[in-house]
């Protein structure tokens, strides 16, 4: 099952304390809200994948106004 294939599961508060755990952390697939605090997350994209070049990244967020 998925679950027994995960070894570990991290969540950061922001992109940049993202971008710090990736330098200690090799994760296989990041969820990354678009809409970070500290570093957005178009920014913490481009720079995770310079530090991990085959890391999986789903971008997700949500707005109140679509406009």
Do not use: C, H
């Not at 304390?17 to 570093?39: G, H, Q, R, Y």
């Not at 920014?43 to 997700?60: F, Q, R, S, V, Y």
């Amino acid at each position: 099952s998925i679950q027994e294939s995960v070894e570990e599961v991290l969540e950061a508060e922001n992109g940049k304390v993202f971008i710090e755990m990736l330098k200690t952390s090799k994760p296989d697939l990041a969820f990354v809200d678009i809409n970070m605090p500290e570093k957005d997350g178009f920014d913490a994209t481009l720079e995770a994948l310079e530090i991990n070049p085959d890391l999986k990244i789903i971008g997700i967020s949500s707005f109140e106004n679509i406009e």
